[in-house]
C-alpha cells in the first residue's frame, strides 16, 4: 500500500525480485515487532502479577510500542539506537557516540533526526 501511495511509481525491471525484496521486507518487520512483542512480555513477567496491567491496557501498550517502532522504523539503525539510548536510558551524546563508534556531531544528527520523525508524527510534515 505504501508503494502504491508513492508519487512516480515505475513498473519495476524485475518483477519478480521487485516482490521477494517486498516480501523480505514484510517478513523483516513482522519478526521485528514479534521480537518486540516478545520483549514486553518477558517484561511484564518480571513484575508482580497484582501490578500488571489489566488485558485492554496491555494491549494498549502494546499497540503504542508498535506505533513507536513504525515511527522510528524510518531511522537508520545507528539513529534508532542513538535515539533509545539517549531517551530511554538517560545516555548523554559522549557515551551514545562511544557506543555507537561515532562522532559527538553525528549523535546530535541522529538525535534531531529521531526528534523529527516524533514531531511528524504529532504533526505531520512540517509546511
Known sequence: MRLLGRDGLREPREPRAFLVAIAKGLLFDYFRRAALEQAY?????????SEHPSPEAQQLILEDLK???????????????????????????????????????????????????????L?????
Open 41 to 49: 512480555l518477558t517484561e511484564l513477567m518480571l513484575i508482580p502479577e
Open 67 to 121: 506505533a513507536i517502532d513504525r515511527l522510528l522504523g524510518k531511522l537508520s539503525s545507528k539513529a534508532r539506537a542513538a535515539f533509545l539510548y539517549n531517551r530511554l536510558d538517560g545516555l548523554g551524546h559522549a557515551e551514545i557516540a562511544q557506543r555507537l563508534g561515532v562522532s559527538v556531531p553525528r549523535v546530535r544528527q541522529y538525535l534531531a533526526q529521531g526528534i523529527r520523525q516524533c514531531y511528524i508524527a
Open 123 to 127: 504533526y505531520g510534515e512540517p509546511s
